[in-house]
């Protein structure tokens, strides 16, 4: 069943580019991190297609989501259907960002309305159902000097609830997760990991865990600079954003074939 408009306030669209000159090209919509806001999106360069990103203002809100992860993404698919351009989409997101996308892409299939022709994950680890996997391993987050106590505190919760809505999608849902029913998913990884970064990521092998999936569920994997929390630092987003560049291409191309 849709999720009717506005039935969740505080889940908002915005367009964070806008390129008349590539009007006909798929629009990408990025989907937020764990802190449920977009900020980062915006310091990418020219995608040549409009961007739209999903942020949740909602997240730090123990109570708004009973249904987690699924429900967020049942709740975006009736924002994109109400408020963004119809025709083929592009899905994608940082982090947390990629699963929910993920989670979108399933429940669009088959929709001639908004078409998915794939879903790009930045940096996405398929999730751990006991600990939050990769939580534990992150570094003190950098306020910046204008974050007030009360922002530090909402963003600590929505990351809290991320991870939390994460593990539970782990724990329910792999056995609904039919890659026939999906369209191709493309990996931008970190080439600089944390816990994982050893000779198996060198040689290419390791896909953030996704590989105890299914050892071909990615269409294509694409590395980029930096680790799970540097990748839109200013020494790493250029080459961040054009691996989202070259992925929204391969799966243009996927599409024509």
Known sequence: MAV???????VISALIQDDPDFSEQPPLVLIHDGGGATVNYYYLGE????????????????????????????AYVDLVLSELPHGPLIFGGWSVGGLIALEMAKIL?????????GVVMLDTYYPSAEDGG???DAPPIEWGEAT??????????????SAKFSQQWARDGQDALD?????????????????????????????LGWENLQPDF???????????YTLFTVENVDDLTEGLFQACELLEDMEEA
């Open 47 to 74: 995608l040549e297609r409009q961007v739209w990103g999903i942020s949740n203002e909602k997240l730090v809100d123990d109570v708004a989501w009973p249904g987690g992860l699924r429900q967020l993404a049942r």
């Open 218 to 228: 990615f269409a294509h994997v694409l590395d980029v600079p930096g680790n799970h």
């Open 109 to 117: 299939a088959g929709n001639a309305q908004a078409p998915v022709l």
């Open 179 to 207: 890659k026939a029913k999906l369209p191709p998913v493309v990996l931008l990884r970190a080439s600089q990991s944390h816990s994982v970064a050893d000779a198996e990521m060198r040689r290419g092998a390791n896909t």
């Open 4 to 10: 009717p408009k506005n039935s969740f306030p505080g």
């Open 148 to 161: 007030t106590a009360e922002s530090k505190k909402a963003t600590l919760k929505s990351l809290k609830n």
């Open 134 to 136: 990769r939580n534990r």
